[in-house]
């Protein structure tokens, strides 16, 4: 909650208080860092924090490098061009946003465009029209992990994983990533990192994986990247 000051430029003294209150909503910062795989099968799921926010504010998602929110078209590359929210349970300050499943799975960046309740021609509905999603909200990477070449029992096999889109990746370049082979046990493994019943959060690496050592337990893995790349 804000009030305002107001100066005439009639000396640097003349600052008068203006007794009207607004209140600032949406989501909290234009810098938040969301992560979805790019897959036909798992949906893409982004938590939006913010002050009042609520399940109609809705969030679309626009190129990172020609992109613009409020002015570029909805993003088509996900199965929703405007998101479903849902409400998290006895919080009412976070959303979950499903932008469905990727149309093409390719790893790519984007922008997370943000409708806090907005109508830019005051007709129809709110958040129905690109120009409503007008408040950036932060990056959207979406990563993929493939193979080089086809795995062979025993033999040793290099995995690419992908950060977004080339030169504008969101994964770190240093030697401090890690990554873990787990069993598709069930579908919990593609739950999104905030669900506290995320798969990938507790399972042990697979015993089918040999070599090179890398996991001692659940989170403690070892195994460096051996080439780190914008490309």
């Given at each position: 909650e804000f009030e305002t000051c107001y100066l005439d430029g009639v000396g640097v003294g003349n600052w008068r208080h203006i007794p009207a209150k607004f209140v600032v909503q949406g989501s909290y910062s234009n810098a938040q860092v969301f992560w979805c795989v790019a897959s036909h099968v798992v949906?893409?799921?982004?938590?939006?924090?913010?002050?009042?926010?609520?399940?109609s504010w809705l969030v679309t998602?626009?190129?990172?490098?020609?992109?613009?929110?409020?002015?570029?078209?909805?993003?088509?590359?996900?199965?929703?061009?405007?998101s479903v929210g849902a409400a998290v349970a006895a919080n009412q300050s976070r959303i979950i946003h499903s932008l469905g499943t990727k149309q093409v799975a390719v790893a790519k960046t984007y922008k997370v465009c943000y409708c806090p309740g907005y109508n830019d021609d005051n007709?129809?509905?709110?958040?129905?029209?690109?120009?409503?999603?007008?408040?950036?909200?932060?990056?959207?990477?979406?990563?993929?992990?493939?193979p080089k070449h086809t795995p062979y029992p025993l033999l040793m096999f290099d995995l690419r994983l992908e950060c977004g889109s080339s030169g504008a990746g969101g994964c770190p370049m240093s030697s401090s990533m890690r990554l873990k082979i787990v069993d598709q046990a069930s579908n919990n493994n593609n739950l999104p990192f905030f669900d506290s019943s995320s798969g990938c959060r507790s399972a042990p690496e697979t015993s089918n994986y040999f070599l090179p050592l890398n996991c001692a337990g659940v989170t403690s893995c070892a195994l460096e990247p051996t080439l780190v790349s914008t490309d």
């Amino acid at each position: 909650e804000f009030e305002t000051c107001y100066l005439d430029g009639v000396g640097v003294g003349n600052w008068r208080h203006i007794p009207a209150k607004f209140v600032v909503q949406g989501s909290y910062s234009n810098a938040q860092v969301f992560w979805c795989v790019a897959s036909h099968v798992v949906q893409c799921q982004l938590m939006i924090i913010g002050l009042g926010v609520k399940t109609s504010w809705l969030v679309t998602s626009v190129d990172y490098l020609g992109g613009t929110c409020g002015v570029s078209s909805l993003g088509n590359d996900f199965v929703h061009n405007r998101s479903v929210g849902a409400a998290v349970a006895a919080n009412q300050s976070r959303i979950i946003h499903s932008l469905g499943t990727k149309q093409v799975a390719v790893a790519k960046t984007y922008k997370v465009c943000y409708c806090p309740g907005y109508n830019d021609d005051n007709i129809g509905y709110t958040c129905g029209e690109s120009e409503d999603f007008v408040q950036l909200a932060g990056v959207l990477y979406t990563t993929k992990a493939t193979p080089k070449h086809t795995p062979y029992p025993l033999l040793m096999f290099d995995l690419r994983l992908e950060c977004g889109s080339s030169g504008a990746g969101g994964c770190p370049m240093s030697s401090s990533m890690r990554l873990k082979i787990v069993d598709q046990a069930s579908n919990n493994n593609n739950l999104p990192f905030f669900d506290s019943s995320s798969g990938c959060r507790s399972a042990p690496e697979t015993s089918n994986y040999f070599l090179p050592l890398n996991c001692a337990g659940v989170t403690s893995c070892a195994l460096e990247p051996t080439l780190v790349s914008t490309d």
